[in-house]
């Protein structure tokens, strides 16, 4: 009664999951914390400034941290950029000594004043005009092509929102364009935060953060292999953060196995497909969480990265042939997201978030068959279909269905495992549960809404927060998410005493369902679909352009 069932699929085809990252994050939002209050899609940078690495948190909380090199390595003062300390082999162990909070200083990018001497007037012109009004600029040389002009935030708050509202000050004010934007990642500054380093050939005290860089590139955080270099900083919660910087490409390469494994799933096309939705989702994550000191996490929260360790030469190759490039619409990078398994058509972002619908982000069919809704489980399906129950029966057709044994799938509770599981969402004793309501249905045949009658009352939840108060039990006695809101639920009733003696569902897909299918993607490339078609299937109007 508490295992999953993957009914009428055969078990050749039940294979490893997919890891669900960007599947299961909540989209971000500048300012505000991806796992809560999610509101709109952020329509994201026009351009944005990429700086030749990104930064990546993987170890995001703790009291010390162990940066290691195999070879030659030289330990940095971040604070300085002098080298402190050299050696090789051997590992570092780096505490904080003294903390200081972190400051993310964002400047708006106004324009690039090349050095002749009419630009350099109205540079000057600029500056003088800004200043009057109370901006404080900021300007930096950029080689000998042009001087750079941004305006520092001072709306006293870093949230999209407070810094879209200074933006459009300064366009009213005179002092910025319409194609002003915010550079990204924003610059942050450590402060006083000492930090102490031992192992080496005699512990030192460095500002600022340690930075460890190795003679071939290679280094470990505590004990995991990386490319790239190993930093500490100090994060938002006054602890420190071991830090990976390196290129985008090398870390998309401990990316694309993770989300997309090359084994089973060994279609190139569709790993490249999952290598621009990942570069995408990453170059629109610069500076997403500044304040710690990275950019992203190496978990579900953002993407999954397994650093060196991760590495295959399938999924590599995926990320050099499509290098650079990202999705954009409008000319603005998508919101790439991408689940595990739609269960046979994909979801209109509004069915799944609190937001206004994105014209890339409709819901289409995971089906050979084209636009049949005959062979998908719409909402249509649900009402008018001869078998109303379609979710039972394996579904013969969709791209993602001989790749994925969540394509279909079954649960069941007990009368007291739904009690649990309902009281756990209500935070109090509910007793029985009587029935369970699917109030309304979105156009993919997801539950928008949905309400628990128990003797405490009847509770109620909405979209993407149903799989969190949905919850099954497993086969240790843990409750669990639902795998996704495309299900049907009916009770289980005694025949004799008519008693409600538990539930059942059965259900399609896992995760979100917005956006790209993995195991669609897979399908269609068996079936011969290139890469950029399989991405402008599931991103409905995109272009695909080279990023740097």
């Not at 939002?29 to 809560?36: D, V």
């Not at 929102?161 to 924003?186: E, L, M």
């Not at 069941?412 to 007793?431: F, K, L, N, P, Q």
């Amino acid at each position: 009664m508490k295992q999953l069932r993957s009914r009428f699929v055969p078990a050749a085809l039940a294979l490893a999951a997919l890891s669900v990252a960007a599947c299961e994050q909540t989209p971000f939002t500048p300012g505000e914390s991806a796992s809560g209050g999610y509101t709109a899609i952020d329509p994201g940078p026009s351009a944005v400034e990429y700086t030749g690495a990104i930064r990546i948190g993987v170890v995001p909380n703790a009291s010390s941290v162990r940066l290691a090199a195999e070879g030659a390595w030289e330990l940095v003062e971040k604070a300085s950029g002098d080298v402190v300390q050299t050696g090789t082999g051997g590992e570092l162990t780096v505490t904080l000594v003294t903390a200081a909070r972190p400051d993310t200083i964002w400047r708006l990018q106004v324009g690039c004043y090349s050095f002749s001497a009419t630009a350099r007037s109205l540079l000057a012109e600029w500056q003088t005009r800004a200043t009057n009004l109370g901006y404080i600029t900021w300007t930096e040389d950029v080689g000998t092509v042009c001087t750079r002009a941004r305006l520092q935030n001072t709306s006293g708050s870093n949230a999209w929102g407070s810094r879209n509202t200074f933006r459009n000050q300064a366009i009213a004010d005179g002092v910025a364009g319409t194609d002003s934007y915010w550079p990204t990642p924003p610059e942050i500054v450590t402060g006083g935060a000492v930090f102490r380093v031992t192992g080496g050939s005699e512990p030192v005290e460095v500002n600022g953060g340690a930075v460890l860089r190795s003679a071939d590139d290679r280094v470990l955080i505590n004990g995991e292999p990386y490319r790239g270099t190993g930093e500490v900083v100090i994060n938002g919660n006054m602890t420190l953060a071991g830090v990976n910087s390196l290129p985008m490409e090398e870390y998309l390469y401990g990316v694309v196995p993770r989300e997309l494994p090359p084994v089973p799933y060994g279609e190139l096309e569709a790993l490249k497909a999952q290598a621009v939705a990942a570069r995408t989702y990453a170059m629109r994550g610069l500076g997403k969480r500044a304040s710690n000191g990275y950019d992203l996490l190496p978990t579900t929260t953002d993407q999954v990265y397994g650093g060196l360790d991760a590495e295959h030469p399938l999924s590599s190759q995926a990320v050099d042939e499509t290098a650079g490039i990202v999705a954009t619409y409008n000319g603005a990078l998508i919101e790439a997201l991408y689940s595990s398994t739609s269960g046979g058509f994909t979801a209109n972002n509004e069915e799944v978030y609190t937001s206004d619908p994105v014209p890339y982000l409709r819901g289409v069919p995971d089906a050979q068959r084209g636009n049949s809704f005959e062979h998908v489980p719409t909402l249509d399906v649900f009402k008018r279909h001869a078998n109303a129950r379609s979710l039972r029966a394996y579904k013969a057709g969709d791209f993602e269905a001989d790749w994925s044994r969540y394509h279909r799938w079954t649960f069941e509770w007990t009368a007291e495992e739904i009690t649990r599981s309902i009281s756990a969402y209500a935070e109090e004793d509910v007793g029985t549960v009587h029935a369970i309501n699917v109030l309304e249905r979105g156009p993919s045949g997801r539950a928008l809404s949905i309400e628990y009658v128990t003797d405490a009352g009847t509770f109620e939840d909405t979209k993407d927060g149903i799989r969190s108060s949905l919850k099954f039990v497993d086969e240790d006695g843990d409750l669990n998410s639902l795998l996704s809101t495309l299900f049907y639920i009916e009770p289980v009733v005694d025949r004799q005493t008519k008693e409600v003696t538990g539930f059942v569902a059965w259900g399609g897909g896992w995760g979100h369902g917005v956006g790209l299918s993995q195991t669609g993607a897979v399908e269609m490339g068996k079936r011969g679909w290139s890469y950029d078609e399989i991405l402008k299937h599931y991103y409905q109007g995109i272009a695909l352009e080279s990023a740097y």
